[in-house]
């Protein structure tokens, strides 16, 4: 399996952005895909993640309402529209995916992409 995030980028604080993740391999295993990010100093964190089979779709409190997460399947690819962004929402996000779990945790997540910078200027 491999992932490859894309689409990070300086926006500035209430705009928007959308960042990908192109994924192959033996995908089909997934029970989960997800976002992460790490900000400078702090660990790495959950944002968002959709479940492989029905879509269905769970998001951390902080980006409830402005990000959304979704799939192309026909594309291979997983999105993140990033709505209404924050200067707190600066950092690297990582695109994963999730063969067990809940996908609510990092520990849930055995494969994962390189990470793209996103930087929110106020």
């Known amino acids: 399996v491999q992932l490859q995030a894309s689409g990070g980028g300086l926006v500035q604080s209430g705009g928007s952005l959308r960042l990908s993740c192109v994924y192959s391999?033996?995908?089909?295993?997934?029970?989960?895909m997800g976002w992460f990010r790490q900000a400078p100093g702090k660990e790495r964190a959950f944002v968002a993640r959709?479940?492989?089979?029905?879509?269905?779709?769970y998001y951390t409190d902080s980006v409830k309402g402005r990000f959304t997460i979704s799939k192309d399947n026909a594309k291979n690819t997983m999105y993140l529209q990033m709505n209404s962004v924050r200067p707190e929402d600066t950092a690297i996000y990582y695109c994963a995916g999730a063969r067990y779990g809940s996908g609510n945790r990092e520990r849930d997540y055995d494969y994962w992409g390189q990470g793209t910078l996103v930087t929110v200027s106020s």
């Open positions: 959709i479940n492989w089979i029905n879509t269905n779709t």
């Open positions: 391999g033996r995908t089909f295993s997934f029970l989960y």
